[in-house]
């Protein structure tokens, strides 16, 4: 299929995966824990998994799905064409506050990113990207982003940054917090690429991020002129879990080499 033409098909199928989720706000959630008593999964996270994998096998039989809770393909590599998708992106946020979640997905092939979505079901607003071709929220074009300064920047950072943790030294995250003009905290990886895009906030940075976290994301901050690696300044991580960091050109390299000493 056309670029194009996967781009509407793909905005019609989050949206009808949008309006499964919403229908489910007023069930009751089957919740349980992943590798800690903090990390959730639930029937939805799953049911939107399969959902979209079903879809994907009868429509593109050739493409391979590397999602978040297993039900796609065992992905090693980016040859051919790979839907790598989040179902639900803010789990807790989805249980908690039925707010500040997400769908991400990302179209790669042979590992150049082609297509981004994140649509934030609730509000109904869906960022898109189409490589080359610019980033969108609801089909209005995003602008680029524009030059600033670490002083003016709003930093996405989480709670995990001031407690004992094996990435970074304490004293570099409470410098950096001294630093910057504030910082965010939104729990859903996907919406704070999304809101790096629309310039709401300049950086995001996470010790720990799994490509479905951040594949439809990196397409579309690409698109506005975003930088996204890893803490090494190595190109961000589709296969592995890694270190990650998407920012405003302006701070990118001054927060990796003035604030990230990783351990
Ligand atoms: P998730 O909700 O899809 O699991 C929360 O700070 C952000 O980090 C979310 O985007 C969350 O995605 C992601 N994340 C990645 N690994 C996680 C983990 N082991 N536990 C909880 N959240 C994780
Ligand atoms: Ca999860
Ligand atoms: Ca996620
Ligand atoms: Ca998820």
């Not at 789990?91 to 039925?98: A, G, L, P, S």
Request: proline share 3%; with cysteine; net charge negative.
């Amino acid at each position: 299929m056309e670029l194009h033409a996967l781009d509407l098909y793909i905005k019609s199928l989050i949206k009808e995966a949008g309006h499964l989720i919403r229908n489910s706000l007023a069930t009751e959630l089957v919740i349980e824990a992943k590798s800690n008593a903090n990390d959730l999964v639930t029937n939805m996270d799953k049911e939107i998994e399969q959902f979209f994998i079903s879809r994907i096998r009868r429509d593109f039989p050739g493409h391979r799905v590397f999602g978040e809770e297993g039900f796609g393909d065992v992905i090693e590599n980016l040859d051919g064409t790979v839907w790598i998708l989040d179902p639900i992106d803010g789990t807790m946020n989805f249980i908690h506050q039925k707010s500040n979640f997400a769908i991400s997905l990302g179209i790669y092939e042979n590992g150049i990113g082609k297509l981004g979505y994140i649509y934030d079901v609730v509000n109904d607003n869906l960022y898109h990207a189409v490589n080359g071709e610019g980033a969108y929220c609801n089909d209005e074009r995003l602008l680029p982003l524009k030059e600033t300064s670490l002083d003016k920047s709003i930093v996405g950072i989480n709670a995990t940054w001031v407690t004992p943790n094996r990435y970074i030294r304490h004293e570099d995250s409470i410098r950096l917090i001294q630093d910057v003009r504030g910082t965010r905290s939104y729990g859903s990886a996907a919406l704070e690429l999304a809101y790096l895009a629309t310039g709401r906030i300049d950086a995001y940075l996470s010790m720990r991020l799994s490509p479905w976290d951040i594949a439809g994301g990196m397409v579309i901050a690409k698109e506005v002129g975003a930088i996204a690696t890893n803490f090494k300044d190595e190109p961000a991580n589709l296969l592995k879990q890694d270190s990650f960091i998407a920012a405003n050109p302006s701070v990118h390299s001054k927060i990796l080499t003035e604030y990230i000493h990783v351990k």
